[in-house]
């Protein structure tokens, strides 16, 4: 079956900047996925951080617009989160997910459109 594994977290100091991978692996025969990704801090409810159709039109929370970055290269199957100017407050474990299909859902970070999630990989920004 399909599966997502995401890289890239670390540590980093406030102002910082990380750039997490989503690799897509298994059977996807070359469809393209709308895919996002999601933060979540434990205790809090699990928010969309960013997302991107199958034809690459990108959506942003209002508190990532002008600092994260989000693009996919469709010959490796990898989506990233390109983060700047990271803040304390944005310390989480960071999902990717993907909905299997193009086209993204009209409620985009609507948690239970995302079929396919991955394991998840800790961001922690210090001050």
């Known amino acids: 079956q399909v599966q997502l594994a995401e890289s890239g977290g670390g540590s980093v100091q406030a102002g910082g900047s990380l750039r997490l991978s989503c690799v897509v692996s298994g059977p996807t025969y070359g469809r393209r996925y709308c895919m996002a990704w999601f933060r979540q801090v434990p205790g809090n409810e699990r928010e969309g951080v960013a997302a991107?159709?199958?034809?690459?039109?990108?959506t942003y929370a209002d508190s990532v617009k002008a600092r994260f970055t989000i693009s996919k290269v469709n010959s490796k199957n990898t989506l990233f989160l390109e983060m700047n100017n990271l803040k304390p407050e944005e310390t989480a474990v960071y999902y990717c997910a993907a909905v299997l299909r193009g086209g993204c859902p009209d409620s985009i970070f609507d948690l239970n459109e995302y079929v396919l999630w991955g394991q998840g990989t800790q961001v922690t920004v210090s001050s």
């Open positions: 991107i159709t199958g034809t690459g039109a990108k």
